[in-house]
């Protein structure tokens, strides 16, 4: 009897899920952060018993806005549909890149994996550390191209423009490119279009292995175990900027709590199962977990903290 009663969770596990594959819908360009979550969610979910099938699609345009307004409007009741999310998808609603969505607009799922911002260069560059590149930039911001993902505002770009003001350069001179998604930013780098690349931890660990990244520096509290371990902070460096970015999945708004509810469950098993950890690991990302309720909690806390350091920079507008 007490046999039977583990078993049955299970089983209605199994019944609850359909039995062709859930999307895990990542809205940027392959081979970035976003691609990794849901790459991670893919293999996890995978060697959880009782757990779906993902298959992986990709809807880029607007770091994120694209696919936002999809799920949100036109597929807002798919109950087997989940977006890639990270702290900058946060940091756009803080700072309206999406319109006027909100937090509510959508339904957090879960988030299972934690990254940290870095600044690299090329591995042949002349820039041996953070002060290096910073110095160069003081002396002419014009001859730095610095590679970011989104626009104006963007976490890449609150991440370099604080830098920047630490070592007395305005913000407002420096000159960014642009671009879609992590991997194009180390594309852009190999190619020579820019000279450093503001982006993430998991971003630089898919091309740091290959002898062709110089990480200067990593945002995170104390330096990172593993491949990473030589690198300094920024703050042991003298530049105060830390910055977490946290990795999940979210749901259209529309999408009934039952459904909602076995996806948190499902994602709560992944999570507390053997080797999640170390595939987690694997992907470069850190320890963070929260799902349904208090993920939802963090993400509004999380907007109104944004806000406020936007807000520092004058990059807030009437809504």
Request: proline residues 6%.
């Amino acid at each position: 009897m007490t046999r039977m009663r583990h078993i049955l969770p299970l089983v209605s596990a199994l019944a609850a899920f359909p039995a062709v594959a859930a999307e895990c819908l990542i809205p940027s360009k392959p081979g970035g952060a976003m691609d990794l979550t849901c790459k991670l969610a893919q293999k996890a979910l995978h060697a959880t018993p009782g757990a779906p099938e993902l298959k992986l699609s990709y809807l880029p345009g607007g770091v994120g806005a694209v696919a936002w307004h999809t799920l949100a409007t036109q597929r807002r009741t798919e109950p087997d549909t989940l977006v890639a999310f990270s702290g900058g998808s946060i940091l756009n609603l803080a700072l309206g890149k999406f319109g006027k969505a909100q937090v509510d607009d959508v339904r957090w799922v879960a988030a299972f994996g934690a990254d940290y911002g870095m600044i690299a260069v090329p591995a042949d560059s002349p820039y041996r550390t953070l002060a290096d590149l910073l110095a160069a930039i003081r002396r002419d911001p014009r001859k730095v191209l610095i590679g970011m993902s989104g626009t104006v505002g963007s976490q890449d770009w609150i991440k370099m423009a604080s830098l920047a003001r630490l070592a007395g350069v305005d913000p407002r001179k420096l000159r960014f490119v642009a671009l879609e998604g992590g991997g194009e930013q180390f594309i852009a780098m190999q190619a020579g279009q820019v000279q450093a690349v503001s982006g993430d931890i998991s971003e630089a660990m898919l091309y740091a292995g290959a002898g062709k990244v110089r990480v200067l520096a990593v945002l995170s509290e104390r330096r990172l175990p593993g491949r990473l371990a030589a690198v300094p902070t920024a703050r042991e460096q003298g530049y105060d900027v830390v910055w977490p970015v946290i990795r999940g999945l979210w749901m259209g708004p529309g999408v009934r709590e039952a459904d909602y509810r076995r996806w948190v469950a499902a994602f709560e098993r992944m999570e507390s199962s053997p080797g999640f950890a170390r595939m987690r690991e694997e992907a470069g990302l850190y320890p963070f977990s929260l799902t349904g309720d208090a993920l939802t909690g963090y993400v509004k806390r999380a907007v109104a903290a944004y806000h406020r350091q936007a807000s520092e920079f004058g990059l807030m507008r009437a809504r």
